[in-house]
């Protein structure tokens, strides 16, 4: 259940902080990325680049830090999206009070707030402190505010005292967290999203053809992003030789004609992602065998392939989210609009060719996406925009 997940860890200040550490490993274990974020105090207790060399992650703890570039005060908003639990162990009885009260003047508290996945409270603090009426309110108040709270367990504190507030086994822990998890509905459960993906090829002969550098890499992410979101996701690619997600159901296709076929077999979807990067033209004849270049021919007749995006644009049923790709080397916002509205389509997901760190091969992208009424810009690597675009799509529905 935890395999694949995304796991936001809060440390707070008490003693148990170093059992994070091993709970951090036992997450990572269960097929998890974790990213840690700490108070300050939890710093104390143990040290940051621990939780950084394990996590592979920067450790968040000041909203403001000395040295901060802009994306970094506004972590607590993307770690808050990207993660799909937020587990606090240990939390102190001084974090339990102001998640109670709203208060955000760290990292890890502000992430709680921002966050829009479930968290889950691990309240461990002394027998004495626990069984305090403040503890026992702000623990009544987090719960209707629907977070989830896992009680500690007895035995020997670290006061030498036996009481209730030992942070519980890590089994427990992860059990809770699966069980999370496990009842997260996203928000495209029970939708059908079509993804296409990569090039086409249309042959010439049976070893040359027409094609483009698309790697697919936007696509992949895209079907990714969608799955994430709880999708039942069909993935049509062209020939890519980049690794494809096994869980994911795939059609591979190698022609424009090809694609057509097997999207309109998908034509009354929920979703329909065309970021497959289609042949315009292709040749009017086929060559059976290889053309030898004796026979001297010099031209090569060419005819339109269907606009696929512009014939489902033209069907398009009420319930539908149409959504094409735009990729252009000059007027970028301009050709983006008049393919929105020429294609009727109700987002176009728009990259130039010209941006520094975008385009078909590379990792990372800087993409418009834009509807008739609003135009957002996402920068950064093809999950994260890919994640970010669905995040805005389905959040207008
Ligand atoms: N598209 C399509 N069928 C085609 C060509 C393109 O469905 N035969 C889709 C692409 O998947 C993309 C969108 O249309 O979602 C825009 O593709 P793009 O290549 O940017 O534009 P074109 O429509 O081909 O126009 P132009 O070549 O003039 O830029």
């Known amino acids: 259940m935890l395999s694949g997940k995304r796991i936001v860890l809060g440390v707070t200040g008490g003693i148990a902080a170093y059992k994070a550490v091993f709970l951090l490993r036992e997450y990572q274990k269960a097929g998890a990325e974790v990213r840690v974020t700490m108070t300050p105090s939890a710093t104390r207790f143990v040290g940051l680049e621990t939780f950084a060399s394990l996590s592979g992650h920067d450790v968040a703890v ?3 830090p000395e040295e901060a570039g802009a994306d970094e005060w506004t972590r607590h908003i993307y770690w808050g999206e990207w993660a799909d639990l937020f587990v606090i162990a240990p939390c102190t009885g001084n974090t339990l009070a102001k998640i109670a009260n709203g208060i955000s003047d760290n990292m890890l508290t502000a992430t709680v707030l921002a966050a829009r996945c479930p968290l889950l409270i691990c309240p461990t603090m002394d027998g004495e402190m626990y069984d305090s009426p403040s503890v026992e309110q702000n623990l009544k108040r987090v719960q209707d ?3 989830h709270i896992l009680e500690p367990e007895s035995g020997f504190l670290a006061s030498g005292i036996e009481g209730k507030g030992r942070l519980p086994e890590f089994d427990s822990i992860l059990d809770k967290s699966s069980e999370i998890i496990g009842s997260i509905q996203g928000p495209l459960e029970g939708k059908k999203v079509i993804v296409t993906a990569g090039p086409t090829r249309e042959h010439i002969d049976p070893v040359r053809f027409i094609s483009n550098p ?5 696509g992949v992410a895209m079907a990714k992003a969608a799955q994430r979101l709880g999708a039942d996701v069909t993935l ?5 030789s980049i690794p494809l997600p096994e869980e994911i159901h795939k059609i591979s296709i190698l022609s424009a004609a090809d694609l057509f076929k097997a999207v309109q077999e998908y034509a009354e ?3 329909i992602i065309m970021a497959a990067a289609v042949s315009d033209f292709t040749p009017v004849e086929v060559h059976d065998h290889k053309v ?3 026979q001297g021919e010099s031209e090569i007749k060419l005819k339109s392939t269907t606009d696929i995006l512009a014939w489902l644009g033209e069907r398009k049923p009420k319930h539908q989210i149409l959504i094409g790709f735009a990729m252009e080397t000059e007027h970028l916002l301009e050709n983006a609009h008049r393919k929105l509205k020429k294609k009727n389509a109700d987002w176009i997901v728009a990259n130039s060719l010209t941006e520094k760190a975008s385009g078909f091969e590379s990792d990372t992208n800087t993409v418009h996406l834009l509807n008739t009424s609003s135009d957002h810009t996402f920068s950064g690597t093809k999950n994260e925009v890919a994640e970010q675009v669905l995040n805005v799509i389905v959040r207008s529905v």
């Open 62 to 64: 000041e909203i403001f």
């Open 145 to 147: 505010f629907g977070y």
């Open 214 to 218: 698309s790697s697919g890499k936007m």
């Open 236 to 240: 049509i690619h062209g020939p890519v």
């Open 269 to 271: 979807a929920d979703m």
């Open 292 to 294: 030898k270049k004796d």
